[in-house]
């Protein structure tokens, strides 16, 4: 019998393509990247760094649109297999706890979204005087309730816990500033009910490994394994021609995910392909949501592409743990 790595669901509808036989990668590209190209709703130039899950057989996300306007926000979109997908042109409506419409959103980014207890959360960079994280449940994507924002400004990257861990939500987050962030550590915290969030925790500090020494934010929601929680995140360097986004990938600790049991060394994807060093910010490969089958090992990751595209990328859980086991990031 094969060893189950992954902890979850059975998923055999998921996007996979197999890597080429010519390939050492062990994070591959879809052949047919990017899956959203540019102007693919009326109001929007771009859709990328958007988030996906599985929904009724089929697949549901809610995606990035940066609007005519210059300004970002969420929009509900719909797939069969995955990676042809249907959005909608109404930015999501959200209302309060208590029925009443919420105020709408001054600007929505880079979401993330996750079943837990049979509610799905929608993570997003919200407006609060600046950048913080909001936070919104859904039954039936069909209402939206948005809670309150989990913390003071600047925050980004705010990237829910699939379950409940020693009884409570867990998030990662990025403290940061108002601007581009010339900085970056992830953070964990804490929450028993979804609002009020604290025992903040250090999980991951900048690398001497070059690309990812200027800064480092969670990225998909973390895969739960035999070997730990799967983080696959962010990691950036700064060049004479500015920021450049690679993927990464470490183990956090099934009972205290802020403890680090294995980071790799090495970038998984970096920006190589045209559509990911050209666009309106060059040189970015940002991932936001995986989808992953318990009985293959699969994992397709959805991730923007030069802040302008949505692409996917495939890796086989057993190979990937392995290499990051045979290349440790190790102090200096």
């Known amino acids: 019998m094969k060893k189950k790595t992954i902890l979850g669901k059975p998923l055999p509808n998921m996007p996979w393509q197999d890597k080429p036989k010519d390939s050492s990668e062990i994070m591959w590209r879809y052949d047919k990247n990017p899956v959203i190209g540019r102007r693919p709703i009326k109001d929007a130039g771009r859709i990328f760094n958007s988030a996906i899950i599985p929904y009724q ?24 297999d995955g990676i042809h997908w249907q959005i909608n042109e109404e930015i999501i409506k959200f209302h309060n706890e208590d029925g009443t419409p919420a105020k709408p959103i001054f600007y929505g980014y880079d979401p993330r979204l996750v079943e837990i207890d049979g ?3 929608i993570t997003w960079c919200n407006y609060f005087n ?8 859904s039954q039936d994507f069909k209402t939206f309730v948005q809670l309150e924002n989990a913390f003071l400004p600047y925050n980004r990257n705010g990237v829910l816990f699939p379950r409940k861990i020693n009884g409570n939500y867990v998030m990662l ?10 900085f970056g550590d992830i953070y964990l915290s804490q929450s028993p009910d979804m609002t009020f969030w604290g025992k903040h925790r250090l999980v991951m500090k900048t690398s001497h490994n070059w690309w990812k020494n200027v800064k480092v934010g969670a990225g998909p929601i973390p895969i739960e394994t035999t070997e730990g929680w799967l983080m696959i995140y962010h990691g950036v360097c700064m060049t004479c021609s500015g920021f450049i986004y690679s993927i990464g990938a470490a183990l956090l600790d099934i009972d205290d995910p802020s403890q680090v049991l294995l980071d790799c060394e090495k970038y998984l994807l970096t920006p190589e392909e045209l559509y990911e060093t050209t666009g309106f910010v060059p040189n970015v490969t940002f991932p936001c949501a995986t989808l992953h089958d318990a009985d293959s090992g699969r994992i397709a ?3 923007g592409a030069a802040d302008t595209y949505c692409a996917i990328a495939f890796a086989q859980v057993d190979e990937l743990i392995d290499y990051m086991k045979a290349h440790p990031n190790k102090p200096l």
């Open 173 to 182: 987050n990025r403290p940061s500033d108002n601007g581009h962030t010339p």
């Open 301 to 303: 990751i959805f991730y």
């Open 130 to 137: 600046g950048p913080t994280i909001g936070i919104a449940r």
């Open 57 to 80: 057989g089929e697949f549901i996300g809610v995606f990035r649109a940066d609007h005519n306007n210059g300004y970002p926000n969420l929009h509900l979109g719909r797939s069969k």
């Open 119 to 121: 509610s799905y959360y």
